[in-house]
């Protein structure tokens, strides 16, 4: 048994499994075409059989190797914004992608290079590249592989700014995106049968922890030849593994539970060589460049990842069970009770059911104002997948962007409250929700 997973489901066992798959399949890619071979963050690190690790291990070790300096065993913050090279010959050939190198920072840089191979290792992709933010990961990568005339498909309960690009920022550029009922997999998968050349999926979902079938419907975008993109920061790769499932691309908003402290920005993107290629040159271009100093805090932060996950994990459980049963709370959104709609799907296809959920109480936004002053152990602030416990209703958060018809349309009432729980000593957490429900 792995630490709160269940034995049956092991993720280092899955994560190996993956892993030494996706290893194979890199060394193919690489000596095939040295796909972009200027970004050092795509080959392999001295820790370069991931499959030989669990990933706890490699949440620590992975990349970092290549860039530790005079014998320090911490990654160096590279602040220079350029690269010199004495001999031309060299230059040219790290400036033209004959040879690995950086040369600018807007492009690459040493310590994001780390974490970018971090991350790739953990997700058991061939490529990796990353952004200034999650949004930035993510539209660059939309951005980046679509064109007028194309169509998206994706579900109602994507988070607030990537819906915010399918409803208003894509269909300027003549893209057609289509949002599907999030709980009809039958119907996003007639939607794809009809032409999809992006198929767009978020799962568990924010903020209602609504869980996409990936193994279905990754098959129904590979059935038309559709790219299809994952977002996995709510489960992060401790507990899924879309890659493994199929999926084409990953994306992070790497802000969240992969730096896990709420003090840096980021975002990544991990999968098919020739499409994170792709997302590297327009972000190249367009300049969403992660800042080295965020790099090394997301760095940090990743040391701690696994034991963070398992710990948020089971503050959330208890959670979602104490709020199932309280008689304030009309509803809890959590893929791990048994009362979840799509329990059985995360528990087929996640190692474990995250620190991430949400519930309404009796009295709607009225009672939410009235609880959340009283939590003492939570930030009411629009963020979450820190060590601290963070609360908020989607209208501050998650759909801020949204009008409340939007919210409505996309089955997001007023009055939920997201939770996303903390490192804390579950006793505390209980109890504190539990003055604070008093209070209302």
Known sequence: MCGFYPAARCPAQEWKNRASESNECFDQTW???????????????????PSE??????????????????????????????????????WYDVATGVAAGHIYGRNTNPTVAVFEEKVRLLEGGEAVTSASTGMAAISN???ALLRPGDRVVSVKDTYGGTSLLFTEFLPSFGITCDLIDTTDTAAIETAVSQGCDL?????????????????????????????????????????????ALGADLV?????????????????VVVGRAD?????????EINGATLDPMAAYLLLRGMKTLQIRVERQAENAMAVAVFLEAHPKVTRVNYPGLA??????????????????????????????????????????AANLGAVET???????????ECTPQEREALGIPEGLVRYSAGIEHVDDLLADLAQALDAV
Not at 41 to 46: E, G, H, K, L, T
Request: proline share 7%; aromatic share 8%; no cysteine.
């Open 31 to 49: 000596n095939a075409g040295a796909i972009f071979a200027a970004l050092p963050s795509v080959r392999r690190s001295p820790v370069s059989d």
């Open 53 to 90: 690790l669990d990933p706890a291990s490699v949440t620590v070790w992975g990349g970092e190797e290549r860039y530790l300096l005079d014998r320090a065993t911490q990654v160096p913050v590279v602040h220079s914004v350029a690269f010199g090279y004495p001999d031309f010959d060299e």
């Open 141 to 143: 990568t939309l951005h």
């Open 199 to 243: 198929l767009y999926l978020e799962t568990p979902t924010n903020p209602t922890l609504k869980v996409l079938d990936l193994r279905r419907l990754i098959a129904a975008g590979h059935g038309v030849k559709a790219t299809v993109v994952v977002d996995n920061t709510f489960a992060t790769p401790m507990n899924q593994l879309p890659l």
């Open 251 to 267: 994306v992070h908003s790497a802000t969240k539970f992969l730096g896990g402290h709420a003090d840096a920005l980021g975002g």
């Open 275 to 283: 499409l994170v290629k792709k997302v590297y040159q327009y972000r």
């Open 339 to 380: 009362s979840h709609p799509q329990h059985e799907i995360a528990a087929s296809q996640m190692t474990g059911f995250g620190s991430m959920l949400s519930f309404a109480i009796e009295g709607g936004l009225d009672a939410v104002k009235g609880f959340l002053p009283h939590l003492k152990l939570a930030h009411r």
């Open 390 to 400: 963070t609360v908020g209703p989607p209208a501050t958060t998650s759909h801020v």
